[in-house]
């Protein structure tokens, strides 16, 4: 596909289509758009597969009609309500106006629309990034991503990673190795940083557009002019490796790539099934909706996710509170989110086969932990619902800290406790007049007496720990009671773990 430059410097999105005719096997109709006879392209899908977010290309509103444009690009949702998808709605102002606002990406819980805007008063070049936090069912006034993100060239087709605070895009600015190319911004204290060129492999000396990384954060799906490819525009895939390199790109291949221009591609977290706007045979005519199933080989990994209110235990009031999901592997930060401020709802991914400490937490209210651990045969149609009730600090009060891990029969501490011990240390450091008692507990396996003395030296263990890290002795005692009180069964293995 050939870009002209006014094309690319004054519309956020209308060169992102799939025109391949030869491909409806793999094609079947998605979702019936309000207006037939207009564009409908760009899909945007939350994790859990309940929220789209859609370009849509119709006439202008009357009264704003000129000769040189009579089109603008506006944002339309759906909801799936009972496995079907709704009539779509305008999701108004304050994000659409009446200019071109498209490209977007939605954050996978639902929380933020990241979307291109052009020839804006406030912007920093011919498009620019915005960015609108949802409260409710209200989108916040839209906010450019300043400085760091925008230049005075073109930033368009934005796709957020997992861990909310991983940007990528597609920008012409200086600096790249090619026209176009994909580049990376992360948020650090709160505050987007200066953005870096994604380099090789995945950018060439030519386009490279149409980022979108998938919800296990590790799978890059893009198009490109330049890669060995079968048309003008092909689909790729590249996955990172462990050593934290990106893989040589993989063309997709027919039937998803064809001899016509293929640009876009959406995946959703399960993996299983892509989605892409089309005007091939099967639609309604223009460019419209299509989702097909991604070939085995294709598919990245697999990623659940967790849903649910989180509320006061004794008000029952609705709660913004922070959420970390944390491979205690590796002590690394998977995703970080906030519930709705009005809600109290969240949503949260989940990738498979790791063991993960979740972390919910609120000034002024002891924090949430929860283990969490999903396997590979775990099916995403089965999400984990869960309400989290917060506690506000008082007497008395207790958390269980469900990330503590020691050996059989054992007091030192494993590596895998880190993430939740470091979290104790940041919230004793925050509530600097809180004086604890760490209470250790042991299950029915062995002696009274052993059971006694060992509950008492994981206890210290803890204590200890926190000493180390700079919480003052003063401020906390501990305490053994072996197997007097169980807060699970014993009569399971899991119960007694």
């Not at 861990?163 to 990528?168: A, E, Q, W």
């Amino acid at each position: 596909m050939k870009i002209k430059n006014d094309f690319v410097t004054n519309s956020s999105s209308s060169s992102f289509i799939i025109t391949g005719k030869n491909t409806k096997e793999i094609a079947k109709q998605m979702i019936e758009i309000v207006f037939k006879e207009n564009d409908e392209y760009f899909p945007a899908l939350t994790a859990d597969e309940q929220t789209l977010v859609i370009t849509v290309r119709r006439p202008k509103d009357e009264y704003t009609i000129n000769q040189n444009n009579l089109f603008e690009e506006d944002f339309y949702k759906s909801k799936r309500i009972n496995g079907y998808w709704s009539k779509v709605q305008l999701l108004g102002p304050p994000i659409n106006t009446h200019g071109n606002e498209g490209a977007q990406c939605i954050s996978p819980d639902g929380k933020f629309l990241i979307y291109t805007a052009c020839n804006r008063q406030d912007g920093y070049g011919s498009c620019d990034l915005y960015i609108s936090e949802r409260e409710g069912d209200k989108w916040g006034q839209p906010v450019n991503m300043g400085p760091n993100v925008n230049t005075n060239k073109w930033e368009s087709q934005p796709t957020i990673a997992p861990d909310g605070k991983t940007l990528y895009f597609a920008s012409n600015r200086p600096g790249g190795k090619g026209n176009i190319d994909i580049w990376v911004c992360v948020k650090e204290n709160n505050e987007w940083s200066k953005v870096y060129n994604l380099g090789e492999p995945i950018n060439t000396p030519g386009n490279e557009m149409s980022p979108f990384i998938h919800t296990d954060g590790k799978t890059l799906y893009f198009s490109s002019d330049y890669h060995i490819g079968m048309g003008g525009m092909d689909l790729f895939m590249s996955r990172l490796a462990n050593d934290g390199k990106w893989e040589n790109p993989v063309n997709l291949g027919y039937p998803i790539n064809t001899y016509e221009d293929e640009v876009s591609l959406v995946v959703n977290a399960n993996g299983n099934m892509g989605y892409i706007s089309s005007n091939r045979f099967g639609g309604f005519g223009k460019l419209d909706l299509f989702t097909f199933e991604m070939p085995e080989h294709l598919r990245p990994e697999k990623v659940n996710y967790m849903k649910g209110i989180v509320y006061d235990s004794k008000t029952k009031q609705k709660l913004k509170a922070r959420f970390q999901i944390i491979d205690i592997e590796n002590n690394n930060i998977v995703v970080e989110s906030y519930s709705d401020s009005i809600s109290g709802e969240f949503l949260v991914c989940i990738p498979t086969n790791k063991n993960y400490a979740l972390n919910v937490s609120k000034d002024k209210y002891l924090f949430y932990s929860e283990n969490i651990t999903v396997t590979g045969l775990h099916k995403h149609s089965e999400p984990f619902i869960k309400d989290i009730p917060l506690k506000a600090i008082q007497k008395n009060q207790n958390i269980i800290l469900k990330n503590i891990f020691f050996d059989t029969d054992k007091y030192d501490l494993k590596p895998e406790s880190n993430a939740e011990l470091q979290h104790l240390v940041l919230f004793m450091k925050q509530n600097p007049h809180l004086k604890v008692e760490i209470s250790g507990h042991t299950d029915n396996i062995g002696s009274d007496e052993h059971n006694q003395i060992l509950s008492e030296k994981r206890a210290k263990a803890v204590y200890d720990f926190l000493i180390l890290n700079g919480i003052d002795k003063n401020r906390m005692t501990y305490k053994g009671y072996g197997e007097t009180k169980p807060i699970d069964t014993n009569d399971t293995e899991e119960g007694r773990a």
